[in-house]
């Protein structure tokens, strides 16, 4: 059994990935050898981004995908099987605009049960889904949030489903290690991205004031870490959360 289509290449998923740090991690993949599926639920938004990857000399194939649906998650399955065997999958897709503000004991039942589904459900549904497409070898890098360390006020949903995120990380390496497949998180701080856009003022100065390096964080200051987990050379290393904050937090 191989790790790569008849044509010799290796695929990767990544969610979410139509625009902001979801497409800049596609590119980067792209960049790096791999072909790359962009699983986006916003169709337009999703054909837009491989056009420009395929502009950019990228092998970049779209597949719709709502990642809370399991049989839109299914259809990605069998969208992911007709290219060949599977190597990565970037767990990027998550609801992060508009989120926050209010105290945990303000948050409603179904506001809180949305975002779960979407952070913390799908990225598991999505990996038991697509783990039989796996070749000998594989890396899966689930997107959490350094939020989910610092223990930031009034975003308490948000925080429980990226811990749930870091939780699960560890819970699928421990069980997919003997087969080859490495699990990591990446935990990113505020990134400026579309995906933030609405994030409020005082989260912002409140990043600017703690970080080691107070520059705004930028998609590009993720998609390293990505490509290293997604590679060669990350093999002997699964389990892990990487904060990617420039200092917010510090182990």
Avoid at 40 to 53: M, N
Wanted: charge should be negative; include cysteine; hydrophobic fraction near 45%.
């Amino acid at each position: 059994m191989t790790d790569r289509s008849p044509d010799g290449v290796r695929t990767v998923v990544v969610t979410g990935a139509g625009r902001g740090l979801g497409l800049a991690m596609a590119r980067r993949a792209g960049a790096d050898g791999f072909r790359v599926v962009v699983a986006e639920l916003e169709r337009e938004r999703g054909e837009r981004a491989v056009a420009a990857l395929r502009a950019d000399g990228i092998d970049a194939h779209f597949v719709r995908c709502d990642v809370a649906d399991p049989a839109s998650v299914a259809d990605l399955a069998g969208a992911v099987r007709e290219l060949g065997p599977l190597y990565g999958l970037v767990n990027n897709a998550a609801l992060a605009n508009g989120v926050g503000g209010e105290e945990f004991w303000d948050i409603g039942v179904e506001v809180w049960d949305r975002l779960m589904a979407i952070n913390a459900r799908s990225p598991w549904l999505v990996a038991k889904a697509l783990y039989p497409l796996f070749g000998p070898v594989g890396r899966i890098v689930n997107l959490a949030s350094d939020a989910a360390l610092y223990g930031s006020p009034r975003l308490a949903h948000y925080i429980a489903s990226k811990g749930a995120v870091i939780a699960l990380t560890r819970a699928m390496a421990r069980e997919l290690g003997e087969r080859g497949i490495t699990v990591n998180a990446v935990a990113p701080g505020l990134t400026e991205c579309e995906a933030t856009e609405t994030v409020p003022a005082e989260r912002h100065d409140l990043y600017r004031a703690n970080r080691a390096i107070s520059r705004p964080q930028q998609p590009e200051d993720i998609t390293g870490i990505v490509s290293f987990l997604l590679g060669e050379e990350s093999r002997y290393l699964t389990g892990q959360v990487v904060a990617v904050n420039g200092g917010f937090t510090m182990n």
